[in-house]
């Protein structure tokens, strides 16, 4: 079930206390980057051809990482097992994915804290 439907179904049920939603994740958002781990192991190109298997392996890894408007950060990673089957902007999705992934929980709390504490 994705976020948008999980959203929709809480929306249609009428539960309207406060909450973390997909837009307020998104919007919280400030900046994001990717990389392959290629990028980060082997900055040099003549250190990745002495290291084919090594560079082979790392080219297939995605990275993604979220800066927050508060300006922490989270990651997020993607593996292809078969490099026949790599696409750069895929990688891309599924590391954004799991990144985004990771923002839920802290905002969860960032939420529960403010209501422990009366703020909303």
């Known amino acids: ?13 009428g539960l309207n ?8 994740v998104e919007a919280n958002i400030a900046s994001e980057h ?8 082997f900055p040099h190109e003549a250190i ?18 979220l800066v927050l408007r508060n300006g922490f950060t989270v990651t997020g990673t993607s593996a292809c097992a078969s490099p026949e089957n790599f696409d750069a902007e895929i990688g ?5 994915q799991n990144a985004v992934a990771q ?4 905002m969860g709390y960032s939420l529960k804290q403010q209501l422990h504490n009366g703020g909303l």
């Open 17 to 24: 206390a406060p909450r973390i939603t997909p837009a307020i």
């Open 48 to 65: 990745a051809r002495s290291e084919t298997d090594a560079y082979e392996a790392l080219r297939l890894l995605t990275f993604c990482i």
């Open 34 to 41: 990717y990389f392959t781990g290629e990028r980060a192991a």
């Open 1 to 13: 079930m994705s976020d948008k439907s999980i959203e929709q179904e809480i929306q249609d049920k």
């Open 92 to 96: 891309q999705k599924i590391a954004r």
């Open 103 to 106: 923002v839920w929980p802290l």
